[in-house]
């Protein structure tokens, strides 16, 4: 697939699919919700941004198991290279000023994990430009699942970082896979 730059592609990937889809009635302006779409960090949490709005929380990444380093799928012409295949986890959480505006950015958010479950190569590219390996046939998709965690994981979840519980739904990037050849020689 791609070098690290792949994670944050992933996450503005994510970001883009949302905010492309996001309708007028939820939209900031004279909408009734006024949201947006936000990617956060650990310091999103010591200082929230103002507003209503559904964040996106990368928490934590992880090599699928037994597959630290495979064999990448190799495009025609190229030469097979070592992998590191990784699940992304994802908080996504909605923040707002009223329980109405709350439930209406998390069901919408759910709504479109549902309906778009699958971030193309061509996407992922296109925030990478300086990557070419993208595999156009699928083979370097990544799928979006929902991920459960019991009520106690999710409290724990919410022990780390400096802010109050948050209406929150977990799900996992799956498919990303990063070379692990030297930068540049991808």
Do not use: C
């Not at 923040?95 to 992922?124: D, H």
């Amino acid at each position: 697939m791609a070098t690290y730059a792949a994670i944050p592609a992933v996450m503005t990937a994510l970001r883009q699919m949302l905010v492309e889809s996001l309708p007028s009635e939820l939209a900031g302006g004279d909408a009734p919700v006024g949201g947006s779409i936000r990617l956060f960090g650990s310091e999103d949490f010591r200082q929230p941004p103002a507003g209503d709005y559904l964040a996106l929380w990368l928490y934590r990444i992880e090599s699928e198991a037994g597959l630290f380093a495979g064999t990448r799928h190799v495009l025609p012409g190229t030469v097979s290279a070592p992998e590191l295949p990784l699940n992304l986890h994802f908080l996504m959480i909605a923040v707002a000023a009223s329980a109405f505006t709350e439930a209406s950015l998390m069901g919408w958010g759910l709504q479109q994990m549902a309906r778009q479950p699958v971030i193309a190569a061509e996407r992922l590219a296109a925030q990478i430009p300086s990557s070419p390996r993208f595999n156009p046939n699928g083979a370097d998709d990544v799928h979006i699942v929902p991920e459960n965690l019991s009520l106690d994981e999710l409290a724990r979840l919410w022990e780390l970082p400096p802010a109050k519980y948050a209406l929150s739904a977990p799900f996992v990037a799956q498919g990303l896979r990063l070379t692990l050849e030297p930068d540049g020689q991808v």
